[in-house]
């Protein structure tokens, strides 16, 4: 019955998965001396723009995003800057809550807050898509019969894989074997990504194989 | 309360068990020798009866001498094969040996030069200095540096007026300060470079060689060591390193004089992976070449060459070479081949004979075993005597031959020769093994009290209600085969080695206790046919594989690693930052969070129960936040009262960690005693905030009096303590007398008011005051009687359980309109009315705390005030989260009827015990022991030992003592916070479901003891699983570089921690033990005081 929606899901996945792959690559063919590990900060905003982009692109021609209710364009415009907000205090918060676990607070403080970029563009722009910005909605989502539809249980997964990724990503940051993905953020940033691949591929797979026990109330 | 015999009985049995595990693998592990504080002199008589000769004034053998150390030089690396056509890289890459050994063999010789194990650097260089087997604990006075003060090679160098130069690894400068005429250390600790300590040796090396301001030169290399560590022996850049020192070698050599000798030797060797630390061959056999110009062997190479040296011989042969003592505690016998036989010692140049060498030698070695063993009784007494009796054998016929003018025997050589053997075997077999056996046998002991704790927290109301039968014949039969054992070895052996004995006890008794758990199982799962009983399933994995479990896994697999252990601080900061990050994540995660939001079509025949109403849940949820956001904020606060361990370069220590009195800036004194003095007021006004809002000031108890004046007068003795240490010593001249009056009196005072708390604490733990309605129900007659008359003569318990509640009612309500409105109400309440009954338990065990916490930081600096403040505030977040999480967790599901506390809360509170040793400015490590505090109220130090070690015990192991001993509190507490659910929501319509709080625990006795249980089993699980995870990696990593640097000093801190700790959770439930005796005889004797 869902075998369409998990479809979509799993080519959506598959266009993210894409998306970050070029981000990596075709700067390193365009920009000369771009790497992962040497010009960290650039690829990590690479990552996360192209992640931001063809997300919204993507759930906004899938329709994902519940319809508005007015179609006024001030409510819509009204909508589009509450999400550009929520992004921005998402930043924010993972900001902070990155520095609490332990981060330096001045001294590396842009390359704490583009880790935050990446990860709220990998968990928290996902939410505004799907669920809009509705900050009830997304608390409500992470609960265990909180999902209402496919997609919603696809986001649990990702965003849980995604916040995992990052939290083991600090694991090895403090063995001394001066490896250059020691350095903050990245073995965090690669962490989250990891997390987040993860989660494309396990979210779909999950799904199709407990497809006969997922029952969602009305959406 | 039912049971508690049995409940601290087990705990005691539990903690010996650990305790016997630890003290074998310690046994095994860390060799613990006395250091012998004596020097040799030149006036040690050669012989008796002679006149006195001074031996430092005959001329040496050799004037001067090059010392060249090549850090882990194996003795492999020093020999030639010309028919190996393929050498590995460590091959044949020092053909210089060769080249001499076999163009000049009387100038020179290659010898296998068997280290002993400790196989690290630093040990390795007090044993070929001092000819003694140095251990990881070598007892002597100076614990806190690492200064050798045994008697050594370069101190009777110093004293004899050679001057020694020393260059290169700087562990030498450490070890030997200021004992140097020249000295110029390299940074040794970076593993990964190669070159900064040889190229600064080569640099200085032979300019200084040809200068003449030296008589003995000691150059450490370190660049092979460090490129075995970095890339293994069987790498090419160990080739390039061997050949590197091959030409060194030849250009010492080149520039030798006739005086000097040249002894080319490694501290180790090492393991295939370029490890040491062991006491495998690969790591124990290094190279010894000798070399001088003028020839220094009376033959060529012969059949009764020592196959191999012991290092502990090169310290006599050297000292005999050079002309001066041997150092008291060597234990090394001469090198005879250095020495010419008495026949030819007229031909030879000078210096003693064989026979004369080894006759000084065993002189020395018999004086230091005398000295030795009169200190220390660790050397087997049968084995002492025989040692004393052959060297009293040998002395006479010593003399005698001597006296004679006899040429002496071969066979009297040869029996000194064995003597001396024999005396440094019987050493080595003390000191210098590890005893892998007791390892063994001290791991598995103490896995087996872990797994035993899981299993008791899992059956421990099975345990309770049975009465513990089960447990008797464990400890009968220990008992049993503990003396059985005893008895065999001193039937077998004469004498009892009390470890095996207690080993032998503990295991029956461990696993008497498991197959005992198995046979009841398999009889209950008989007797109730298919369906086994509810706690059968207790290894499952769904119950094992939760977030806590997994948490405190990764805290117990980061002892594991050297890194781990230096950031320890911050890793134990980030598992405790998640797991509470992650409570009320679940919580979410369960729908509990948030109030539910009904479904109009759905629940439209359900009416919601009034515990659910959304107003409460919300109230419950938001507190729970407002706990985390607080804890979070601690957390992170406290990461600035961290210290610095020397590996962490890059880090600065707190500035909280000076005391005041070593601050210059009067300002900055001003401020933090302003910010000391003002955390230490809101910390007793927080803790007698806490005791005043639930009612347990009011009575006149010994508690009550104790938090009422000791406890102010406490902190305000700390304040004047504090002003009065922080003033310099010379501002007010006149009142210096004073001042130091003060700071001896101040701190004794305290340490009296504090002893008096605790002990009227113990002794009056009661902190319930009864008001008796007597002069309501003398105005108003009318007053119907007590309701719980009725109920009497049916059975006490079931008085006490219409009673506790009523009582409690009345309280809360007085409480809340703040005075005892005597007779306002005419109903029909019970005319006793007892104010703090709902938190009788937790008040004392919170009071306990606050006045050891209050002890606990006079020992520390002024600045801890703050840290400790945040100790406090953070005990109450947690101890909030897990209140308002077991609330929401309550009101949604039924409710199961035990108090059981979930792993979580157990697993951050040990967490937290160990962040806040960190976060009071400790480490685990010897150097970062805040010795200051042995000297608070004792300014003058001390006559005795107990005492200072005592104190600075108490301060090392603060956060442990205080987190384990309040761990009851975690039972208590949801409880004690039930009183907000009643007046929030639940008890709005219901009147008949009471608060009652604690009390709820003495309805239920069996479940209270049987909480109890578990709790203090969870606990000491956790605190268990953590030592365990300790030892093994001290036993795993044995070879590792940094064992006796980040490795042992952690096993030590940790097993002392985990001592203090377990005691402390005994002490904590005895109080509460204490308190519930106490309270039943209160309600003895209230029940037929109002009934009459
Ligand atoms: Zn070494
Ligand atoms: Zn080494």
Known sequence: MWDHEIRAMASTHAILAASVFMATVLPAVFVPGFSVYGTHLLWLYSVSAAVTVVSVAVFWLLGVTPPTKKHTLGYKLSRLFRSCLYFFLSCLFFHTLVVLYGAPLIESALETFSLAVLLTSLTTLRCLCVLGPNIQAWIRVFSRHGAMSVWDTCLQITVACTVVGAWVGAFPIPLDWDRPWQVWPVSCSLGALFGFLTGLIAAPAWIHYHRKHLTYKCK | MKGSPVLSLLLLCICSLYFVGLYLFM???????????????????????????????????FRRAVLIIIDALKIDFAQFDSSNLAPRPYENKLPVVEEITSSRPLHSRLYPFHADPPTTTMQRIKGFTTGSLPTFVDVGNNFASSAILEDNLIHQLGQIGKRVVFMGDDTWESLFPKKFYRCLPFPSFNVKDLHTVDNGILQNLYSTMTGNDWDVLVAH?????????????????????????????????????????????????????????GESLKETDAALFLYSPVPLFPGPPSQDEPDIVPQTDLVPSLALLLGIPIPYSSVGQVLLPLFPPHDQAEVAPTGPSQLEALWINAKQVNRFLETYSSMAKDIPPPRLSQL????????????????????????????????????????????????????????????????????????SFVLIRENARRLKAPAVVALAVGVCVAVGQLLTHGYIEVAWCLAAAALSAELLFFWSVYRTR?????????????WTNWLTRRRLLIPPILVAFLRCASLLSDSYVIAEGRVVTFLLLSLVVYTPVHLNWDGLLLPPSYDPLKSAGLLPSPALSPSFVRKESSTLLACVGLLVGSLYLSLSFHGCREEQGYCQPSPFLTPLSRLQDSQMKNLHYALSVVSLGVWTYLLRHCLRHY??????????????????????????????????????????????????????????????????????????????????????????????????GISPQAELHHLIPQIYQRMRRSLDDNEPSVGSEVDNRPAVEAYGLGTVYSAPLLLFCGLLTLGMLLLHPEGMALSFLLLLLEMGALLHIHASATTLRGLQSTYSGGFNVPWAPIVMWSLAATQFFHATGHLPTFPSIQWSA????????????????????????????????????????????????????????????????????????QQFSSALLQLSTRYLFILGAQVFASVSAAAILRRHLMVWKVFAPKLIFEALGFVLSSVSVVIGVTLVLRVDVAVARWFKRLIPDSSR
């Open chain 2, 695 to 792: 009612g347990n000031l009011n009575s006149s108890g010994g508690a009550v009096f104790t938090a009422r004046w000791i406890l102010p007068l406490l902190s305000t003795c700390l304040g004047l303590h504090w002003a009065v240490s922080a003033t310099p010593e010379d501002s007010f001249r006149n009142l210096g007398e004073m001042i130091k009056l003060a700071q001896l009196l101040l701190p004794r005072a305290a340490f009296c008011l504090l002893a008096l708390g605790l002990f009227l604490i113990c002794l009056d733990p009661l902190t319930v005051f009864i008001k008796t309605r007597a002069t309501a129900s003398a105005r108003n007659s009318s007053l119907p009687l007590p309701r719980y008359r009725a109920s009497t």
């Open chain 2, 522 to 534: 398999t009889v209950h799962v008989a007797k109730n046919g298919s369906k086994p009983p509810k």
């Open chain 2, 934 to 1005: 042995a000297f608070v109220g004792f300014p003058d130090g001390h006559t005795g030992t107990a005492v200072p070690a005592s104190l600075v015990t108490l301060n090392t192991f603060a956060s442990h003592i205080l987190f384990a001993v309040s761990c009851p509190l975690l039972l208590f507490w949801p409880l004690v916070c039930e009183a907000r659910g009643s007046r929030g929501g639940r008890a709005a319509g219901d009147e008949g479901e009471d608060a009652v709080m604690e009390m709820r625990l003495r309805e239920n006795p």
């Open chain 2, 388 to 459: 004393k009796a052959e060297f009293a054998r040998l002395s006479s016929e010593y003399l005698a031959t001597v006296g004679a003018g006899r040429s002496p025997s071969p066979q009297l050589t040869a029996s000194m020769q064995a003597y001396l053997t024999s005396v440094r075997e019987t050493c080595r077999a003390t000191w210098a093994r590890f005893n892998p056996l007791k390892m063994a046998a001290g791991l598995v002991i103490l896995a087996f009290a872990c797994l035993m704790c899981y299993v008791l927290s899992e059956l």
């Open chain 2, 221 to 277: 290399f370190l660049g092979v060591d460090h490129c075995g560590h970095r890339f293994g022996p069987d790498h090419p850049a160990m080739a390039d390193k061997l050949t590197q020192m091959d030409g060194v070698i030849r250009s010492v050599i080149d520039r030798l004089q006739n005086d000097t000798l040249l002894v080319v030797m490694g501290d180790h060797g090492m393991t295939d992976t370029g490890d040491h630390g």
């Open chain 2, 27 to 61: 046994g095994g592990f860390l060799l613990v020798r006395l250091e012998v504080n004596r020097t040799s002199t030149c006036g040690d008589v050669l012989q008796p009866g002679q006149e006195p000769v001074d031996f430092c004034h005959t001329r040496p053998r």
